[in-house]
């Protein structure tokens, strides 16, 4: 049977204190890592100390990556630079990112291929805007 996994995104959310109050008691709650994975993506600035702090019952991801694994994009990491601190996981194509910063299916597929090639696991979303949901039109966005 394939383990089920609890994520939380975390967003542009949290001072660093809160941060880590919360991925202490996260931690405390991690009892049975055979049955469940839980997954956090805490916001970009802490994902290195929490990735290095991290004993394991906790999965630590990124929120996003670029497509690239070098050059001048200011503000941006890769999968590669993700791999080196740690990290396993990136999330890619979230409606904020493709609605607000124009990630294209395009886009989210060649960040894929960077993960895979970095050895960082993928997690892509797949969805509606509010509108295409409110609409009924959600399933024809995602088909």
């Known amino acids: 049977m394939r383990k089920k996994i609890v994520a939380g995104n975390w967003k542009m959310n949290l001072t660093f204190d809160e941060a880590r109050q919360l991925y202490h008691a996260l931690n405390k709650l991690v009892y049975d890592t055979k049955v469940v994975d839980l997954l ?37 990491w890769s999968a590669r630079m993700l791999a080196t601190v740690r990290v396993d996981h990136c999330i890619i194509g979230h409606s904020e990112r493709r ?18 090639a970095n050895d960082v696991i993928p ?21």
């Open 99 to 116: 609605a607000m910063f124009g990630d294209t299916n395009e886009i989210v597929a060649s960040k894929a291929v960077s993960c895979f």
């Open 40 to 76: 956090i993506a805490p916001p970009a600035i802490y994902i290195s100390q929490f990735a290095f702090a991290n004993t394991g019952e906790i999965i630590i991801a990124a929120q996003n990556c670029h497509q690239e694994e070098n050059g001048a994009f200011t503000g941006e």
């Open 123 to 143: 997690i892509v979303c797949c969805g509606e805007t509010l509108e295409e949901r409110e609409s009924g039109s959600h399933f024809d966005v995602i088909t």
